[in-house]
């Protein structure tokens, strides 16, 4: 069975991070291939760029690797349904793939408080479920901790896989952070690849 790592997210824009963590997963066997998958506009955050834009610049930096798949199965179902309900969508979709989420230990922490808005009423919320029927690929974000992975299994979720610095990767960059230095200086931000910034200021994104 193939094993392949759910990179999704706004991606407003794609930084280095999400590129390396995503080959860093294909170097040590974790998965055959990285699918990114961005959101459309969602309901939890404002996007600053459209479905179209971000889909455009996560190509110009995902083309060189076969296994590096670009996927446009969220936009195209025109809302965002929450994470857990989409991988149910993509495992019914193809039965013969094994699906790990790969995320950021910002957002492991509150995957137990995701929803699905779809059914939106208080505390509905379905992470638990999306922990116990997906394997997780967990990459490290400065200021938050490592997951404890003996807490992880005594809970009784799917197993999870640890990316941190102590096995090659340390993530550093974070879109909000690009996106306030593109409003406040016409220098490319260092965690943009150049074809990305070039694509952003010929498109005219993240501007007053």
Known sequence: MKNVAVMGGA????????????????????????????SPDRWD??????PEDRFAMLELVTGDDPRLVLSDEEIRQGDFRGTYVFLQGLQSKFPDVN????VG????????????????????Y???????DFELI???????????L???EANGYAPLYWLGPENGFDGIYSSTAIRKALLCSNAKPEG???????YIREHDLYRV
């Open 192 to 198: 943009l690849e150049q074809c990305v910034f070039d």
């Open 126 to 132: 379905n992470g638990h479920l999306l922990l116990r």
């Open 138 to 148: 967990v990459f490290s974000r400065r200021g938050y901790p490592k997951p404890d």
């Open 45 to 50: 955050k404002t996007l600053c760029a459209s």
């Open 99 to 102: 699906f790990r989420l790969l």
């Open 105 to 124: 230990a910002d957002s492991y922490q509150g995957i137990p408080h995701w929803r699905d808005p779809l059914n939106f009423y208080g505390t509905n």
């Open 150 to 152: 003996v807490v992880h």
């Open 11 to 38: 991606f407003d824009p794609v930084h280095k991070d999400h590129v390396a963590v995503a080959k860093l997963c294909l170097k040590r066997g974790l998965c055959d291939e990285v699918w990114f998958i961005p």
